[in-house]
Structure formats: structure tokens, C-alpha cells
């Protein structure tokens, strides 16, 4: 489509606000200020006929959409008409967990700014990082006139493998609901509609529409949905997005447990829960269930809340009230984002996508690991003479991830290789961004002779690596939303690649741009070791700027890292079995339409670590990983000192951070708490962390205050319970470290769901 015929399907397509004096007083109420938002909500749907109302509860896939009547529509994840008479707009939905996603560019030429991936976010442990990212995200939306955006992905990632880690922000449910609670707090200060998903426990894509996860509720309480629970709390989400999956034998959109009893009952949730595209499996069990709204109805095997939903409210099967509750959920959100009283643009906005570019940029810069220095090879130094860069294409841009938070960059693809076959074929492309680390470098040491590989050939590049002073092997591992990596090794033959390097040139450093953890059989050989995460649009600008120590690493990691798959709690994919089941049939000839399931036959995945997830999980197995959660060098060093504990009814810690070193740099100081869960597993939580810079001998004064959910447990049908008694508690700069180490003595305390 062409640019001019975008903007005229926009102009078509935007909901009008109708004068006073067609209103009538239940429409005046609804456009009261002074009301407040339920109260205004509930006088729109008083003024709402039954069609109205049955309209607003499904909407359209567009790239599939039939609609009986002509509607313009942007291509795009999703819409639903507004209802002019009464002011509600049309909702235009768009992915964007990374930027406004164009997957496959549907919306031929529209760009926008890529972020690194979620978990470079996560890694920053810097929430106004995140707030940033969501802000940003937010005005290139509205400047596009999108105004719900399916953003705030706060899925912990409880297997190193997970193809959609990338999306997430980590294993542990403090940091993941902070930095999603801000990032989707910056989204909705643009006055548009964010969602939190994938609610809940889709922790792999492997069978993702058919599997049953099994879990303990109270374990599930205190590890994923606490996660979500802090990111409602901060971010105040107009709208959840159920899950694909089911949750202790019920679909995760129709879980009356999950969407009626945690979400609305005892969070006392009042937006909307719309279905992920295909996850609608029922009427009357969803809409009794929980589910407020189906998205993407063609994706379903049928349009559930369409002429099936009218007749069992025909039928009495649904109540009318039901009805009015999910209609008043919906306006509730559109209401409370501040979206019905600033309405998007009817037209297109500019973008400055120069200011936006440094928000990426300072995202993976914060965000970038560096894991291994030895010798301090790093930073190098501008008058290095002969560099040579292998691999990754590293020439030409950097790596993304796949799936719907595609983003199409501003400066264009350079790299895009189309999938032949796996569930993701349909709507993802191995895609890499426009931001060359061999030109960043070229820019940053102009004196250096700077030159590439491709490294498709090891002998090739070990031998240019014997020519230069120092090799810098950029290995990658691409994954994607829908299917998740058989194994936890880098593709092709890069590690004998990285091998062959690092034995021809000891000052060999690598920079691993992926979506979460792989095995490195090569380490010991490698002095330097960088995680850069997918980075972004501006990705080769910041590790240019990390190596050569324009900026000095303050990156931790947001998962564990694992030394080899088998010392996660399950090492591969369940599923894959079923999975390469379907394929051999479909290449066999079975042309059956497998849709959303991918021919996988439904199976359980079984989480019998509980609350006990990532760090936790390896501590309680006695298991040292390769580098654990909340590691990450500096190009300086940091000392903790004078701890001071405040007790009783609240936890408080004071402790003294300061800058041992001669470069200013940023710290992550971490607090922990030895505490006991449902399960009875007296572990080591997270209750605390903090992120600033210092100037070399700088000391600053930290206090922390501990939200006692983290160390509570949860007993089903009472809520949060914290034991009176005395806690271990350590400040320390990853998980595991005791740096300053004390005990609180804390009164009892019993807090609601």
C-alpha cells in the first residue's frame, strides 16, 4: 500500500465526537469530567442499544477481515468500530512490545523505532529506562493514530529456551513487574490504551494453543502472577491479554479462577480482558469465565462473541448484566487511559525519530552484559591498529527478534531471510536492523584499520584473525514468537567458528546478540565476553560505544545462564515431539487445516519448581550456573559498607555504595531476603535493587524498603502470610553474593490477595 493510500484509509476511518447538542443526558454523563470513570462508563452503556454493545465486544483481524459492510481499516492487529453518536472511538490495534510492529510490511514504507528486546530492557534495571521505551512507543503510535497497543509482555521466563523470552523481562516477578509496570505506564501517558500480557504462565511457544501448565496456585500466586500483579499496580493497564494456553486444565480465556477470582475479584481489576488472536475456544464459558472481549475473531475456529454470543443472551445462557459488565470494562479502560477525552489524531503525525533513536540507544547501552574481562582487554583502546569483525553480519546491522513485535526500523532491513517452514512462517523474517557495528567502529577509532568476515569459513577467519591485534567474533541466535530453538546452542558451525578465533588470536572477544542464554563450550579460550541481547535499531552505535569505553558497562543479567540446557528444570521443549509429528504429516501430504494448533496434539507441561523460579530454582538444587541472575562487569568497581536494618512491622535497609575505582560508571546494588514459601523451600528472594551512577570515590547512601509480598507466602483462600521472626538478609551485587550480610527481626503481618 502506498503512503498516500494509508493516509486516506486513516482520514476514512477516525471516529468523530459528536456536539452537546446531540447528546443525550446519559451521553453527557459519559463525557463528564467531573464523574468518575465508572460512573461515566456505565452512563454510556445505560445509552448503548444491545447491537451497540454486541459490536464492541469482538473485533476484526484486518488482514483477514470481511466485515458484511465496508470498513477502512489501517493493516494492523486489530479493530473495532467506535459508536460516533456517543463519542467512542474506533480502536486501532497495533503490536508493539519493541516499537509500532509492521511484521511483514504490510503497511508498505511505514517505519518506526526499534528498541533492543525486552530483556536488554529488563537488564538496564533502571525503571525509568523502561518508562522511556513505553513513552516513546506510545507517541510513535498515536502519532500514527493507533490507540491501543498490545505492549506490557511481563511472562517470567522460566526455560532458557522460551522463543518469546526476548519479548519478557526476566525470571524474577520484582523486576519484571516494576519494568513493566513503568514501561506500560509510559506507553498510556500518551493518552492511549496499553495491555499487560500474556496473563498467564505461557512460558514456552512450542504447542502454545494446546498445552495444560500445571501448576500449585499458591506457587503461581508468588512467582508469575505477583509479577503481573506489581505491573497493574504501577502501570494501571486498560487491559489484560489472556493467554493462548490453558491453566490447570481451563483455557487461560475462559479461567474463571485466573481472570474472575485473581484479576477482577481480589486485585479488584476494572479494565478489560481481551483474548489474544486465536485464543477463543467458547461463548458462554468465556464470557462467564472472565474474557470481556474477543481480538482477532477471524484467527478463532468461530466468531464466539459474534451471532453465537447474541443468541445466548437470546437464550438467557449469558445475563444481560454480563453483558453490560464487559461493555463497561471496555469503555472503563478507554475512559481511565485518558483515550476518550484526547482522542488520537485523525491524521498522521510527524515523529521525531531522531529523539527516539537515542532512547534505543540508551536502552542498549544500559542494557548491554559484560559477562568476561579478563586482563582487562576492555575497554579497547581508539589507537588499536588492525580489528577484524566476524560474522552476524555485522557489517551491515544487527540481529532482531521475530514474531509480532517485528519492528520495521527506521534506515531499513539490510538482512531479511524468509522462513520455509515452522509456525512462524506466516508473519516472521529473520530481520536485521540498519546500525553497522563495523561502521560505528570505523566512526568511534578512525585511526584503526577495521575490516569484516563473514565467518562462513573458520579457517578463513581464523587466519584474519592471526593478521589483526585483536577479533571480534559477533555471534547470534535468532528466535521468534510461535516456535521455540530445539536446543541452547548457536546456530550453524559458530562455535568452532569462535574455536578457530580464539585460537588463533588470544585477544578475542565475543558479542553474542540473542534472545536469552546458549551453551559456550568455547569460554574458557574467550578473554572477553559481551551480552548484547538483540540491541536494536541503534544496536552497532552501542556496542561501539561499550567497547571502546565511551560508556561504561552497567548491564545485569535479568535470567540465569545456565552452563548446559539439562541444568534447567526442563531442558528442551515439551511438546517438540508432537510437534515434528505434525511435520512429517504435513510433508507426508496431509493438507489438513491445523490452524492455530500447528497439527500439536494438546499434552501437560508440569512446573514443579513452583514460585521457585530461575536463581531460585538453582540454589535449591544446589546447581552453579555459568553466570547467575543479576551479574554483570564494570569498567570500574563498587564496595557496599555500613549496612543498617530497620525492622518490625516494616523492613528497611540503609547501606553505604561507593565508587573503589577511576572511571564513573552505574551500579545495581541488590537486596536479597532468605525467606519461606508455600512450598516450604527457605530460599533467597530479590526484595530490592537500585541503579545510579557515581564518580570515581563517590559514596552515596541507599535505603531500600521491602514490599512484604515478596517475602511472604501465599495460603489460598487468606492471602499474603509473613511469619513474625528473624530473616537473613544480604546486599550483594548478583544473586548468591553476600556482600553485606544482616537479619531482620519482623513482626507478623497478613495481607489480601
Known amino acids: 500500500m502506498t503512503r ?51 459490536a464492541i465486544i469482538h473485533g476484526y483481524f484486518p488482514p483477514m477481515a470481511k466485515p ?68 516513546m512507543i506510545g507517541a510513535e503510535a498515536r502519532a500514527k493514530t493507533f490507540n491501543v497497543l498490545l505492549a506490557g509482555g511481563v511472562n517470567l521466563t522460566r526455560d532458557p529456551w522460551n522463543g518469546r523470552n526476548f519479548e519478557y523481562l526476566g525470571e ?13 505506564r509510559g506507553v498510556q501517558s500518551n493518552h492511549i490504551v496499553s495491555t499487560i500480557k500474556h496473563f498467564a504462565l505461557n512460558s514456552q511457544e512450542t504447542g502454545r494453543t494446546v498445552l495444560n501448565a500445571r501448576i500449585d496456585k499458591a506457587a503461581l500466586r508468588e512467582s508469575d502472577l505477583l509479577a503481573f500483579q506489581i505491573a497493574t499496580e504501577i502501570g494501571a493497564p486498560a487491559s489484560v491479554m489472556c493467554a493462548y494456553n490453558k491453566v490447570n486444565g481451563d483455557y487461560a480465556c475462559e479461567n474463571d479462577w485466573l481472570l474472575n477470582t485473581v484479576l477482577k475479584k481480589d486485585w479488584g481489576y476494572k479494565g478489560w480482558v481481551m483474548s489474544d488472536w486465536g485464543a477463543v475456544h467458547s461463548t458462554e464459558k468465556a464470557a462467564l469465565g472472565g474474557l470481556d472481549q474477543e481480538s482477532g475473531q477471524e484467527l478463532d475456529d468461530a466468531i464466539h462473541f459474534g451471532k453465537p454470543f447474541e443468541d445466548a443472551i437470546k437464550a438467557g445462557l449469558i445475563p444481560m448484566a454480563r453483558l453490560d459488565d464487559m461493555v463497561t470494562r471496555i469503555l472503563h479502560g478507554v475512559i481511565a487511559s485518558g483515550l476518550m477525552d484526547d482522542p488520537v489524531p485523525d491524521s498522521p503525525r510527524q515523529i521525531d525519530y531522531a529523539a527516539h533513536a537515542d532512547v534505543a540507544q540508551r536502552t542498549a547501552e544500559e542494557g548491554i552484559v559484560l559477562l568476561k574481562n579478563e586482563g582487562n582487554l576492555l575497554p ?63 566512526a568511534i577509532a578512525p585511526q584503526a584499520d577495521v575490516t569484516y568476515v563473514d565467518g562462513s569459513d573458520p579457517k578463513a577467519a581464523a587466519d584474519a584473525a592471526r593478521q589483526a591485534d585483536l577479533a571480534i567474533v559477533f555471534g547470534w541466535q535468532w528466535q521468534t514468537e510461535a516456535q521455540d530453538p530445539e536446543h541452547m546452542r548457536l546456530p550453524g558451525n559458530q562455535d568452532a567458528l569462535i574455536d578457530a578465533v580464539a585460537s588463533a588470536n588470544r585477544k578475542t572477544i565475543v558479542m553474542l546478540e540473542t534472545g536469552g542464554p546458549v551453551e559456550m563450550p568455547w569460554i574458557a579460550k ?32 535479568p535470567i540465569t545462564f545456565p552452563v ?58 544446589g546447581a552453579k550456573p555459568l553466570f547467575p541472575f543479576g551479574y554483570g562487569l564494570s569498567y570500574t568497581r563498587f564496595t557496599y559498607a555500613n549496612l543498617t536494618v530497620q525492622d518490625g512491622a516494616a523492613l528497611t535497609v540503609s547501606f553505604d555504595v561507593t565508587n573503589a575505582g577511576n ?27 537500585d541503579k545510579f551512577s557515581l564518580s570515581p570515590g563517590e559514596t552515596r547512601r541507599i535505603t531500600m524498603t521491602v514490599d512484604p509480598r515478596l517475602i511472604a507466602r501465599f495460603e489460598e483462600g487468606t492471602g499474603w502470610r509473613l511469619d513474625g521472626g528473624n530473616y537473613a538478609l544480604a546486599v550483594g551485587h548478583h544473586a548468591g553474593d553476600l556482600a553485606l550480610k544482616g537479619v531482620a527481626r519482623l513482626d507478623p503481618v497478613n495481607l489480601k490477595p
Open 172 to 184: 524474577d516477578p520484582l523486576l519484571a513487574g516494576v519494568m513493566a509496570g513503568e514501561h506500560i
Open 564 to 621: 548446559r540446557a539439562d541444568q534447567a528444570p526442563r531442558p528442551e521443549p515439551l511438546g517438540l515431539a508432537e510437534l515434528h509429528a505434525a511435520d512429517a504429516r504435513r510433508e507426508a501430504g496431509d493438507t489438513a487445516n491445523y490452524g492455530m494448533t500447528g497439527g500439536v496434539a494438546p499434552f501437560a507441561v508440569d512446573y514443579p519448581e513452583g514460585a521457585e523460579v530461575g536463581y531460585r530454582w538453582y540454589a535449591m538444587k
Open 380 to 442: 579497547l583502546a581508539k589507537s588499536a591498529r588492525r580489528i577484524v569483525l566476524i560474522g552476524g553480519h555485522a557489517d551491515v546491522g544487527v540481529l532482531s527478534g521475530g514474531g509480532s513485535s517485528q519492528v520495521r526500523s527506521v534506515g531499513g532491513a539490510p538482512v531479511e531471510i524468509p522462513l520455509t517452514k515452522g509456525a512462524a512462517a506466516s508473519f516472521a523474517r529473520m530481520t536485521w536492523h540498519a546500525s553497522s557495528p563495523l561502521k560505528a567502529i570505523q
Open 68 to 135: 458484511p459492510q465496508p470498513i477502512a481499516m489501517i493493516p494492523s492487529a486489530g479493530h473495532i468500530p467506535g459508536i460516533p453518536r456517543l463519542g467512542i472511538p474506533t480502536l486501532r490495534e497495533s503490536d508493539a512490545s519493541l516499537g509500532v510492529a509492521n511484521q511483514i510490511e504490510q503497511r508498505k514504507g511505514d517505519t518506526a523505532t526499534a528498541l533492543p528486546a525486552s530483556l536488554a530492557t529488563a537488564a538496564t534495571f533502571n525503571p525509568a529506562i523502561a518508562y522511556a521505551g513505553g513513552a
Open 526 to 557: 574467550v578473554p572477553a565476553l559481551v551480552q548484547a541481547w538483540y540491541p536494536g535499531q541503534r544496536g552497532g552505535e552501542a556496542m561501539a560505544n561499550i567497547l571502546f569505553g565511551d560508556v561504561t558497562p552497567s548491564g545485569r543479567l
Open 663 to 689: 572511571r564513573s560508571g552505574a551500579d545495581v546494588p541488590q537486596l536479597y531476603v532468605q525467606a519461606k514459601g508455600s512450598a516450604g523451600v527457605n530460599g533467597w528472594r530479590l526484595a530490592g535493587f
Open 4 to 54: 498516500p493510500a494509508l493516509i486516506a484509509l486513516l482520514l476514512i476511518g477516525t471516529a468523530y465526537v459528536p456536539t452537546a447538542q446531540a447528546q443525550s443526558p446519559a451521553t453527557t454523563a459519559g463525557s463528564n469530567r467531573a464523574l468518575s470513570t465508572e460512573a461515566r462508563a456505565k452512563a454510556l452503556v445505560a445509552a448503548m442499544t444491545t447491537q451497540e454493545k454486541l
